[in-house]
């Protein structure tokens, strides 16, 4: 998504609501960040395989469902909560992927795509969720704040001033440390296809 997100009104203070255990509260935030949460579905699904058989709306849902009910949530404003939805969003899709390739004994035909082709999930190209995650996996051991950079960026959306805001450090940090997770996703991702 090349656009900002939206500001969410008076998501903070539900949010606050939510981490208090009211119940109401998170009923009432859904409208609020539903419309943020389908926009990053949306664009998650533009990099997925046709055919696939979970939905925007039901993965909004799912991830939604998830960040609600748990128990160690302390979510800090809109931009924080949107950025753990994306994690959410990431894990329900790799989990799905890896559900369906496991079914079809290594199946998959995923066309792989350098990751320096694609900034943000808002792209055409088609990207094989399981060795991505995989890849982001082995990333995250190296350098757990670059994984957490593309996950922010590649996943959720988020600007690199938003990702700045979520990681708290400097915009420049962010830049150059996305240029470098980039450079190692694609190595291993181009690796991942010669195999």
Known sequence: MADEPKKLPDATMLLARVNDGDTAAAEELLPIVYEQL???AGSYFKAQPSGHTLQPTALVHEAYIKLINASDSNWQNSVHFCAVAATAMRQILHDRARRKRTAKRGGGNAQRVPLDTIATP???????????????????????????????RFFGGLTVEQVATVLEVSQSTVEKEWRAARAFLNRELSGAAKV
């Open 38 to 40: 389908r926009a990053m």
């Open 122 to 152: 808002s792209g055409d190209s088609v990207v094989d969720t399981v060795a991505m995650d995989d890849a982001l996996e082995r990333l995250g051991t190296l350098d757990a704040r670059q994984a957490r950079i593309v996950e922010l």
